[in-house]
């Protein structure tokens, strides 16, 4: 069956750094866009970057200029490296794969930015 595995979350201090990986397995991860959203306490759940079977990046306005997404193709692997960390960055990090009509989420992720 098809999982999405997301690892890397945790507590880190505002202006610090962290780096999600997600392994993907049950696909063909080459063929798919993927993506990561992340949803706050009492929020909607929102996009915050993607990267697609070209290596083309997309980036919410929020996060530009701090995170960076980066596949490996290789290992079945999507990375968000997260930098100058803010506590309103403080949200549950989903993985998402994507291919036309077949869209997989990962279980999530807790990142927590807080003194």
């Known amino acids: 069956q098809v999982q999405l595995v997301e690892s890397g979350g945790g507590l880190v201090q505002p202006g610090g750094s962290l780096k999600l990986s997600c392994a993907a397995s049950g696909i063909i991860f080459s063929i798919y866009d993927m993506g990561w959203y992340r949803q706050a306490p009492g929020k909607q759940r929102e996009l915050v970057a993607t990267i697609t079977v070209g290596g083309n990046t997309n980036y919410a306005d929020s996060v530009k200029g701090r995170f960076r997404i980066s596949r490996d193709n290789n290992n079945n692997t999507v990375y968000l490296e997260m930098n100058s960390l803010k506590p309103e960055d403080t949200a549950v990090y989903y993985c998402?794969?994507?291919?036309?009509?077949?869209?997989?989420w990962g279980q999530g992720t807790q990142v927590t930015v807080s003194l």
């Open positions: 998402n794969g994507q291919r036309s009509i077949l869209n997989y």
